[in-house]
């Protein structure tokens, strides 16, 4: 009876004590979801050195500055940027009050569903998709962003849009916050479309979002946009905004295409410790493989100089444990 | 023996209680500079409010938004806003490279020292000077204006100009920030020139700061700017702006001209708490007292509607009782 009492009450504390280790092991790994290697190493490592007040590499918090790309950085951007398959079903919403859109053969292949038809059109063709989408009272749009993220699915996946995030990163961005870096999203896609689920989805608050953005129209107590892009925050457009906004030179960057290279290339000029890390999308299984060829955006400037660079890649089919949250 | 050790001991006691009295005192009041009065009461009871959890009109941190004007909000502006006079001394540094000034009237009478007839090319002319003299590497000109404040002192006071901030308003900055709000700069000066002493002097980093700005040139390592206006951050542009970057409304908004009017009226126009702020400036004795006339800018319909809405007005004379730090 009491060995009996004993053994239980013993197997008791042993699975206690490996329920603590366990607790004591997530938190002591701020990267759960990173398999042990060059890449999670070079992350942490950097964070130690920055935020280590006595070592040569400190850096002050306000100059803890990290930017982020959005599509394909944080998340997935296939079969082609979820704010333009946004687009697609806001187009179908408005077409019935627009019978002029039976002239646009771009509009009309994103009405019938045909992507490459939709794409076609070059990035003339996605701008003017984005202006007749986008345009609009800025309240009303955010709400709109949100109403589709609730009822969207992704085609392949079946998971809502903003349930393919990288759970990597959103680690990444936390553990950055924990140590005292603001974090920025500065995205080619539209500012307004990030700000409707950023804060929700990232943790990032809508005045450290940067995007594109349409001209905007602002009246006595209501903002909104003309159907008009008036800035494309990408390549050196996202350095220009960066300086514009930030202010200073940020001492982090993740990205995974040309268009971020030179936001990539900026943070590296910069003195003292750096981190820059490119997103490579090898994992077929898991998510997708496509390398160095998309059929949106370009992939392959911006992997040689991360190569050359000797950067951080997070090679997601080598170094993440796991791809969308569970 | 005894008794003299114990009157010793007990000068000693009430001595430190009287300064524990005085600190507690002091943290007791976060606004140790503002009078007792409406304006004062009004300021404490609106942050006690949406800092109270329970309360009808809490609001929650991430939305607590604050925005101050600059020149005659945060620091003096007369005889005319520091940041022209920056660009007169600058002109002076510059002007032997440049024979061609020769034929600028305005610049011929900023570089002789006649405010007025520097003045009397009026935006036009102001837009010229603020061109030539801040153009360039963006670090070199935060530099050169660093190296300015240390050095020019201003024609009345004989103090520096960074030291002819408003306590009162400093207290008010530090007030809001302990109290979970997010304090930003929104000025109708250049960016650039408050970047350069806004960290130190009000405790808003770079990324808070919105201003006026130059066309922006980024090279491969380096920005810099080109001689050309490209935005003025005034009247409808402040808020133009702060629906772009900040991207939410603020609820509370400082300023005292009209051209802070609109990012009042538009702090005023949403729902929820609010406060709105003007001050005015009506002491002749330890500030200036021009009221609704200045030589530069115009401060009528601000007034107005500062007394309409029923704003807090702060009157320099009576409810500061400090003006500029000690």
Redesign the interface.
């Known amino acids: 009876m009491f060995a009996a009492r004993f053994s239980r009450s013993l197997s008791h504390w042993i699975f206690l004590a490996g329920l603590l280790l366990a607790v004591a092991a997530q938190a002591a790994d701020p990267l759960p979801s990173w398999r042990a290697g060059t890449a999670k190493q070079a992350i942490v490592g950097f964070v130690e050195r920055v935020t280590d007040s006595r070592g040569k590499d400190y850096v002050s918090p306000?100059e803890r500055?990290a930017v982020f790309d959005n599509d394909g950085t944080l998340w997935a951007e296939q079969p082609v940027y979820f704010p333009l398959l946004f687009a697609f079903d806001r187009l179908r919403a408005l077409a019935p009050a627009h019978p002029e859109w039976a002239d646009k053969p771009v509009f009309q292949a994103a009405l019938a569903g045909d992507l490459k038809g939709a794409l076609a059109g070059g990035e003339k063709g996605m701008v003017e998709l984005v202006e007749a989408t986008y345009e609009g009272d800025?309240d009303a749009f955010r709400a709109e962003v949100k109403a589709w993220l609730a009822s969207a699915r992704h085609p392949l996946t079946g998971r809502r849009y903003d349930a393919m995030v990288y759970q990597p990163m959103l680690e990444v961005l936390r553990y950055l916050r924990a140590n005292g870096f603001?974090t920025y999203i500065v995205t080619g896609g539209d500012?307004?479309f990030m700000?409707a689920f950023a804060?929700r989805a990232y943790g990032v608050?809508?005045?450290q979002?940067i995007g594109s953005?349409l001209k905007?129209v602002?009246g006595?107590?209501a903002?909104g946009r003309a159907p008009a892009v008036e800035f494309i925050n990408d390549g050196?457009g996202k350095?220009?905004s960066i300086?514009?906004?930030?202010?200073?030179r940020p001492i982090a960057a993740f990205g995974n295409s040309d268009g971020d290279l030179p936001m990539l290339?900026?943070t590296a000029?910069g003195s003292g410790a750096r981190l820059m890390a490119y997103v490579h999308h090898t994992d077929a299984r898991r998510e997708f493989a496509y390398d160095r060829k998309s059929p949106i955006g370009k992939l392959d400037k911006g992997l040689d100089a991360a190569l050359a660079g000797n950067w951080v890649i997070a090679d997601m089919a080598r170094d993440w444990l796991t791809i969308y949250p569970r």
Chains 1, 2 share one sequence.
């Open positions: 306000p500055i800025i603001k500012v307004e700000r804060e608050p809508h005045e979002v953005r905007l602002v006595d107590n903002a050196k350095v220009a300086v514009a906004q930030i202010g200073r290339q900026w000029g």
